[in-house]
């Protein structure tokens, strides 16, 4: 017997997943999930693949944290982000497909003893690297530390575990973040107080203390007494080892500066002296360079759109299309968007889009490899009018997603588009050759 999302009987030794994936061993326990070695059969390539029981998914406040995870690392490309390739589901567990991280962790690495200056400030740039482009897209850590910290095969860092960051509408009217979260000798001082504070204040704290263990070797905030550490923080008590520079030692103290409003910015750390050292302008530039020119379009808040529309859907995707686990909150504002199942050819939907846009003298614009893609249409003012994207489903299915540019044009988008494109279809994904029957809305 074999459930078609689990595993297969064992023929031979190894265990395969989803027909896909061959189970090598397991690298390690979090929280909520075991994460195990694997290998791609169709590309060969090694992954880390993380099973979390669905139980922990569907109960015990788990759920907004998993996908919450899973919905930021899918839309973050970085060097020192860990990619995330493919979400899988079984009947009892979700299954993440992670770039692997060969190198394990780099706490594993400070455990073997301090490292050397400038190999401290080598994984110190990777990491103001990608927590600058993190926060460039609204994204806050909020649990940086060592142990989140993972290498690659060529030791070049991997932040990983998002499982506690922070979208942008987490944030109250005043602008700051009000969950309490962290590990207590990273966590910031104005986490402590009862105050709200500032996602990426908090991040450089923690980058702070990660740079002072790297140098270290130890903790800079560190007491048996949970109080008693906290005190310590609060005051940001704290004394550098005698072998720390003197650039060094003023970088960690306009870092560790328990004042928030004076603490240093990512964009100053990108100009201290002790960070640039042997950079050329070129190379700091580079470190500075956070808006991938491929992300760009997520800054409207609507990653659901920018997706690659030529990729097949996943598990995910239909979690998040069930209005239990629906992340469209978590975008942006809510939006005139509509979803629905065809199984026409996309370039027939496609086609009728930019049919409809052209007969009401709007400007249609197509995206995307032929077959699969994006249409957008817009008025003659350049305002955006409408947008559609449609996707692979399954074998013969596809997933046609609309949404509407505003007020203004929704009669565009009720009245004309959504009619054009569902009008003649007959065939839906439940009812084989029901003619006529309505779409099947996910
Ligand atoms: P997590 O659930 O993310 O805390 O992961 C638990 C442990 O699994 C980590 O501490 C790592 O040792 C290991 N691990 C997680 N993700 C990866 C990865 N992508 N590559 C290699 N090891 C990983």
């Given at each position: 017997m074999q459930?078609?999302?689990g595993?297969?009987?064992?023929?031979?030794?190894a265990?395969?997943?989803?027909?896909?994936?061959?189970?090598?061993?397991?690298?390690?326990?979090?929280?909520s999930?075991?994460v195990?070695l694997?290998r791609d059969l169709?590309?060969?390539?090694?992954v880390?693949?993380?099973?979390?029981?669905k139980?922990?998914?569907?109960?015990?406040?788990?759920?907004?944290n998993v996908v919450?995870?899973i919905?930021i690392?899918?839309?973050?490309r970085?060097?020192?982000?860990?990619?995330?390739?493919?979400?899988?589901a079984?009947?009892?567990?979700i299954y993440?497909?992670?770039?692997?991280?060969?190198?394990?962790?780099l706490?594993?690495r400070?455990?073997?003893?301090?490292?050397?200056?400038?190999l401290?400030?080598?994984?110190?740039?990777?990491?103001?690297?990608?927590?600058?482009?993190?926060h460039?897209?609204?994204?806050?850590?909020?649990?940086?530390?060592p142990?989140?910290?993972?290498l690659?095969?060529?030791?070049?860092?991997?932040?990983?575990?998002?499982?506690?960051?922070?979208?942008p509408?987490?944030?109250?009217?005043?602008g700051?973040l009000?969950?309490?979260?962290?590990?207590?000798?990273?966590v910031?001082p104005?986490i402590?107080?009862?105050?709200?504070?500032?996602g990426a204040?908090?991040?450089?704290w923690?980058?702070?203390?990660?740079?002072y263990?790297?140098?270290a070797?130890?903790?800079?905030?560190?007491?048996?007494?949970?109080?008693?550490m906290?005190?310590?923080?609060?005051?940001?008590?704290?004394?550098c080892?005698?072998?720390?520079?003197?650039?060094?030692?003023?970088?960690?103290?306009?870092?560790?500066?328990?004042?928030?409003e004076?603490?240093?910015?990512?964009?100053?750390?990108?100009?201290?002296?002790?960070?640039?050292?042997?950079?050329?302008?070129?190379?700091?530039?580079?470190?500075?360079?956070?808006?991938?020119a491929?992300?760009?379009?997520?800054?409207?808040?609507?990653f659901?759109?920018?997706?690659?529309?030529d990729?097949?859907?996943?598990?995910f995707?239909?979690i998040s299309?069930?209005s239990?686990?629906?992340?469209?909150g978590?975008?942006?504002?809510?939006?005139?968007?509509?979803?629905?199942?065809?199984?026409e050819?996309?370039?027939?939907?496609?086609g009728?889009?930019?049919?409809?846009?052209?007969?009401?003298?709007?400007?249609?614009?197509?995206?995307?490899?032929?077959?699969?893609g994006?249409?957008?249409v817009?008025?003659?003012?350049?305002?955006?009018?409408?947008?559609?994207?449609?996707?692979?489903?399954?074998?013969g299915l596809?997933v046609v997603?609309?949404?509407?540019?505003?007020d203004?044009?929704?009669?565009?988008?009720?009245g004309?588009?959504?009619?054009?494109?569902?009008?003649?279809?007959?065939?839906?994904?439940?009812?084989?050759?029901?003619?006529?029957?309505?779409?099947p809305?996910?």
């Amino acid at each position: 017997m074999q459930d078609s999302g689990g595993w297969e009987a064992p023929r031979r030794a190894a265990k395969v997943l989803f027909g896909r994936y061959e189970l090598v061993g397991l690298l390690g326990f979090g929280a909520s999930a075991r994460v195990y070695l694997a290998r791609d059969l169709r590309s060969g390539q090694s992954v880390a693949l993380k099973a979390i029981p669905k139980g922990r998914v569907a109960k015990g406040g788990r759920a907004p944290n998993v996908v919450r995870e899973i919905s930021i690392m899918r839309h973050l490309r970085h060097p020192h982000v860990l990619r995330l390739l493919a979400v899988l589901a079984s009947r009892s567990k979700i299954y993440i497909v992670l770039e692997l991280a060969r190198g394990g962790e780099l706490l594993a690495r400070v455990a073997r003893g301090r490292l050397p200056e400038d190999l401290s400030r080598r994984y110190f740039r990777q990491l103001i690297s990608a927590i600058g482009y993190c926060h460039s897209r609204g994204v806050f850590h909020r649990d940086l530390k060592p142990e989140n910290l993972l290498l690659d095969d060529a030791g070049d860092l991997k932040v990983s575990d998002f499982g506690l960051s922070a979208l942008p509408d987490q944030i109250r009217g005043d602008g700051l973040l009000h969950t309490v979260c962290g590990t207590p000798a990273y966590v910031a001082p104005e986490i402590l107080s009862k105050k709200g504070y500032d996602g990426a204040k908090i991040d450089v704290w923690s980058c702070g203390v990660i740079l002072y263990v790297l140098n270290a070797g130890y903790l800079p905030f560190n007491d048996p007494n949970l109080m008693a550490m906290y005190r310590k923080i609060y005051r940001g008590e704290y004394r550098c080892p005698e072998w720390t520079s003197p650039e060094l030692r003023q970088l960690i103290g306009r870092i560790l500066d328990p004042n928030p409003e004076t603490r240093i910015t990512v964009d100053s750390i990108l100009h201290d002296p002790w960070f640039k050292k042997g950079l050329s302008e070129e190379e700091r530039a580079a470190a500075a360079k956070f808006h991938a020119a491929e992300t760009a379009e997520a800054e409207d808040g609507k990653f659901w759109m920018s997706e690659e529309p030529d990729r097949a859907l996943d598990a995910f995707d239909l979690i998040s299309f069930s209005s239990g686990l629906d992340l469209s909150g978590l975008f942006g504002p809510a939006s005139d968007r509509q979803r629905f199942v065809s199984a026409e050819p996309a370039e027939v939907i496609l086609g009728r889009a930019e049919d409809i846009g052209a007969k009401e003298g709007l400007v249609v614009r197509r995206k995307g490899e032929k077959g699969l893609g994006a249409v957008e249409v817009e008025g003659q003012i350049g305002n955006l009018v409408a947008r559609m994207v449609v996707r692979r489903l399954a074998e013969g299915l596809v997933v046609v997603e609309v949404e509407g540019g505003g007020d203004a044009e929704r009669g565009f988008l009720q009245g004309k588009l959504l009619p054009a494109l569902k009008g003649p279809v007959k065939a839906t994904a439940n009812s084989g050759s029901a003619a006529g029957r309505p779409y099947p809305v996910l």
